[in-house]
């Protein structure tokens, strides 16, 4: 597999209330950031070579006009080789997709949209302080299919202080009508420097236990492999194998990536580093002709293993036990044997042909898994 | 000269400023100048500190030109405060003439500021009650005074007010150990006897004794005898404790100060002893020795078992310095290769864990812990067992035997009921009651040790609202009907978690460990059942249900760092459990299983 790369656009219309990730809501310094960005990538053009897929994220890039996209991608087409079949996504925000702005994008090389539409319910979206209703979600996800996006992603988040489990199902039946190639369900995580995790602690009233968690995580995994769907990371359902989304899967396996743009991630061999999470910073230090890197690490073997092990157990594919053991010296099955027949036991894992996986009860707990 | 030394200690509840006057009477006599002067000199180690206890003994000697213009020798012995180290306690204030009695001013008289008061009145002491902290806005020296009439006894116009903080008062203090504490009393022409009250080990000179000397002197070159261990050294150097060990001719009758004779460790000589010359040795032996012996055995594991060798080495350099701490090699099937190790009591055993973690920086788990039981086997032979590993096959087993203490307890007479009721519960027996002081009752029981080392005093300072001393002896081995009592974890037994108990017990603990054990062994990913059994018959269960969701939802975005920090933080909490098969159990889980629900 080839690298990916990764484009941070750090700029939202307004903050949403559960959002740690970093981003302004002045447009302000789009120019100098646009600038910086092509500098940036400039100064990446000895390490990287060739990549296969582009991310979009942010931040909200959305808010960019088509042009400013284009551009971008143009961009890097010239400074690296973007293959032709490559997968290149946009994240995009419900509010901004209409008709105009989305027949613009499909001519930019955009062949994936990833549309960040969290809930269809509008008091579950006035809570989440999303500036967009469900109607004009469903609106949006319509427009982009007869614009003629074929492969679309739909983002939805639960265990929203509030919702119950019937709500929750209502979301997902609105969602599965739209038939999207790919969906995301994320569990909202309340981040402490965040509105929202200020209001909701731990143990708060109105807040799913432990209990309700495992519940709206099973449900949400039988319902949407019901629907045809495959559960293949413990957030993410695509309709089908080809759906699975290429870029995420390499954070994932340790295949190289790099991330241009403030607070984005890159890495390398046993190398990760990422830029500052500060638009202004990162401003500077391009200027200053420096990469804006706030900190790099190269990671142990332990910590590679460790990695590998988490990420892997993370996905339906899980861990292929002889690679691991070639890469890591670690013969899982031998050496956790006694553990990794207690998770079989307890319908956690499976083992077949050499590889260790979590099943759909084994995905709940990944986090423990790792920890074996 | 005898008439110008006084001997004395300090006692008080805690953080009523004990250690904070102590530092300022050294700093006032000028024994150390202001910038070598270091806080608290007198706890010198950590765990002492931040437990607020001082563990073992030290002293100091504090010349004084008082007012009358005679230069006098005040020595100040430490004690340490709890009942594990009780013992060391009597022999510290056996070698005092007085004490002082220090009192918070704002806080007035607390529980140990009581049960100190019996232990020094035990001895005879001069007591001089001084009121602390008269610099706090809250200080009520009124009151205080109040309560040393009415609570303690004593006549409150014999005490002083001092702030130890301020420095204040502190003249007053010292003219009064010279005034009322009486000069010791003895004769230096009698041969010699001196009180070991302490020993401490030092890498170049082997161990420094501390001692008070009651009769006849001692220099280099002398012969001395331990009279209980019947041993002989040559003294290399005697001398006084100033801020450094100063070197002096000799130690004469009243004196307090140590003597280095070539004794290789702390082993070899025992608290409490008496010191007399070979040639010419005094009648009979200072009274009120006690052997320190272990009463409480447990075994360590290091968690890693590579750090097994690292732990070989702890241990020996632990123990030089700690007489009553033994320890032999010991295996078990759940935990592999570690050590047996004998204790003088839980605090004890704490503070060992502690150090070996602390200052030798190893992960260590510790077994249940155990008192020692004798059995009479069908053969006839007897054997002693400390290691439920042990225990003998039921049906060999002619006659089982636990050891009994004499335990005395002193509190105030309005919790006497309270008290016969813990003493009944604990098997106590054939017990006397005496009014040594009005109010004051002293209750004397015989009761199992077993009952007690495990949180026996706790509870007792908890019925008494920390009122009660207390204080035993052993006194014999009684027969008892003792059964094994084993836990299983997911089917497994687990042998350091095994325990000798008296029959009737046995259900109690078994429920009460299962309890405790669920408390202590974090959820899993699968079912984790815990039983207790006698033999083949479970007797008490409980099963820690898995935890079932735990996976944080996103893991993208390429920011894995932050992830991974979170999972190598989880990995290194779970290094400090031990796996006995697929199940994690930390180290607070083994001595967790013993205490009462209270503490
Ligand atoms: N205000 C005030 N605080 C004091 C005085 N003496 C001691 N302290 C404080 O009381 C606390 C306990 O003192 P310490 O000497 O460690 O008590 P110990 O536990 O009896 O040894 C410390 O914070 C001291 O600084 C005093 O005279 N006045
Ligand atoms: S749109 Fe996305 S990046 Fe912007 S504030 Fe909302 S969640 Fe955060």
């Given amino acids: ?372 | 000269m005898m008439k110008n030394i006084r001997n004395f200690s300090i006692i008080a509840h805690i953080d009523h400023g004990k250690s904070t006057l102590a530092d300022r009477m050294i700093q006032y006599t000028g024994v150390i100048d202001e910038r070598s002067f270091k806080n608290q000199i007198l706890d010198d180690m950590d765990i002492e500190r931040e437990r607020g206890i001082t563990i073992k003994s030290q002293a100091i000697t504090l010349p004084y030109r008082a007012k009358d213009g005679n230069v006098y020798i005040l020595n100040l012995i430490d004690t340490p405060g709890h009942v594990d180290f009780s013992y060391e306690v009597s022999r510290s204030l056996a070698s005092c003439e007085g004490v002082l009695l220090l009192i918070d001013a704002a806080q007035g008289v607390q529980a140990q500021t009581v049960a100190n008061l019996y232990m020094a009145m035990e001895h005879d002491l001069e007591i001089i009650p001084i009121i602390n902290k008269i610099d706090l806005p809250s200080a009520d020296v009124e009151q205080v005074m109040e309560q040393i009439d009415s609570q303690l006894g004593l006549d409150p116009y014999g005490s002083l007010a001092c702030s130890a903080k301020q420095g204040t008062g502190i003249e007053e203090i010292l003219e009064a150990i010279v005034q009322k504490i009486p000069p010791p009393k003895g004769d230096s022409e009698s041969p010699l006897a001196s009180l070991i009250f302490d020993a401490k080990y030092d890498p170049f000179r082997g161990t420094i004794i501390y001692c008070r000397i009651f009769d006849g002197i001692v220099k280099s070159g002398d012969i001395i005898r331990f009279m209980h261990n019947e041993t002989t050294y040559k003294v290399e150097e005697v001398g006084r404790f100033l801020l450094t060990r100063q070197k002096k001719e000799q130690l004469s009758a009243g004196d307090v100060g140590y003597i280095i004779a070539g004794v290789k460790t702390v082993s070899d000589v025992n608290i409490g002893d008496t010191i007399t010359l070979d040639r010419n040795p005094c009648h009979t032996p200072l009274p009120g020795f006690k052997e320190a012996k272990p009463v409480v055995f447990a075994s360590v594991y290091p968690i890693a078992s590579d750090d097994y060798e690292d732990l070989a080495v702890a241990l020996e350099k632990y123990k030089l310095n700690d007489a009553s701490f033994s320890y032999q090699k010991d295996s078990s099937v759940a935990l592999g290769q570690g050590f047996r190790c004998g204790f003088l009591g839980l605090l004890h055993l704490d503070i060992v864990q502690e150090r070996l973690e602390r200052e030798y920086n190893l992960s260590i788990i510790l077994s249940v812990p155990s008192v020692r039981y004798r059995f009479t086997l069908n053969s006839g032979n007897v054997v002693d067992i400390d290691n439920p590993s042990y225990y003998p096959d039921p049906m060999t087993i002619a006659v089982s035997e636990e050891p009994y203490i004499r335990a005395t307890m002193m509190f105030p007479e309005r919790y006497l009921g309270a008290v016969m009721k813990l003493c009944r519960e604990k098997r106590g027996d054939n017990s006397a009651l005496n009014y040594p002081s009005p109010g004051r009752a002293e209750l004397i029981f015989e009761m199992p040790l077993a009952e007690v080392i495990y949180d026996f005093y706790d509870q007792l300072k908890t019925i008494t609202q920390g009122y009660g001393s207390f204080d035993y002896d052993m006194i014999d081995y009684r027969e008892s009907d003792l059964v094994l009592l084993d836990i299983l974890v997911n089917g497994d037994k687990v042998d350091a978690l095994a325990q000798m108990v008296h029959r009737d017990r046995a259900r109690t603990r078994g429920l009460h460990a299962c309890e405790r054990l669920k408390e202590e062994i974090p959820r899993q990913m699968f079912k984790i059942a815990i039983q207790g059994a006698i033999g083949n018959q479970i007797i008490s269960r409980t099963t820690i249900s898995p935890f079932r969701k735990d996976v944080t939802a996103k893991c993208y975005g390429g920011d894995i760092t932050r992830k991974r920090k979170l999972l190598e933080k989880q990995k290194k909490g779970k290094k400090r459990m031990k796996m006995i098969g697929s199940v994690a159990i930390p180290q607070s889980a083994f001595v967790a299983i013993l205490k009462s629900d209270q503490t």
């Fill in chain 1, 1 to 372: 597999m080839q690298p990916g790369i990764y484009i941070h656009i750090p700029f939202c219309i307004s903050k949403c209330h559960y959002c740690n990730f970093y981003s302004v809501t002045s447009r302000e310094y789009v120019p100098d950031f646009l600038e910086s960005l092509f500098k940036e990538m400039a100064m990446y053009r000895d390490q990287f070579e060739t990549f296969d897929t582009l991310y979009i994220g942010g931040g909200t890039p959305s808010v960019l006009p088509a042009e400013h996209l284009e551009e971008l991608i143009q961009r890097i087409g010239n400074t690296f080789d973007l293959l032709p079949d490559s997968e290149i996504t946009l994240e995009a925000n419900p509010g901004d997709l209409d008709a105009t702005y989305l027949t613009a994008l499909r001519k930019t090389g955009i062949n994936r949209l990833n549309i960040g539409v969290q809930s269809f319910d509008d008091a579950v979206l006035s809570l989440l302080g999303r500036r967009h209703t469900g109607t004009e979600a469903l609106a949006a996800m319509e427009a982009s299919r007869t614009a003629g996006f074929d492969n679309i992603g739909i983002d939805l988040i639960y265990c929203v202080p509030g919702q119950d489990m019937h709500g929750w199902m209502k979301t997902l039946d609105q969602a599965l009508n739209f038939n999207p190639e790919h969906l995301s369900c994320y569990q909202l995580t309340l981040e402490p420097e965040t509105p929202l995790g200020m209001i909701y602690r731990k143990g708060t009233a109105g807040l799913p236990d432990e209990e309700r968690e495992y519940d709206f995580f099973i449900k949400t995994s039988e319902k949407l492999e019901d629907a045809g769907y495959i559960h293949y990371e413990v957030s993410n359902f695509a309709r089908n194998g080809t759906f699975a989304s290429r870029h995420n899967q390499k954070y994932w396996d340790h295949t190289p990536y790099l991330g241009l743009g403030p607070s984005a991630h890159s890495f390398k061999k046993n190398k990760r580093w990422w830029n500052h999470s500060s638009l202004p910073a990162y401003i500077h230090d391009i200027e200053q002709g420096k990469t804006p890197v706030e900190e790099a690490e190269v990671l142990t073997d332990d910590q590679l293993r460790l990695e590998a092990l988490s990420l892997g157990l993370r996905t339906k594919k899980g861990i292929n036990c002889i690679d691991f053991n070639m890469k890591y010296h670690v013969d899982l099955l031998t050496e956790k044997k006694e553990i990794i027949a207690k998770l079989k036991d307890g319908g956690l894992v499976d083992i077949q042909n050499g590889s260790l996986s979590p099943t759909r009860y084994g995905l709940a707990v990944a986090d423990s898994l790792s920890l074996i």
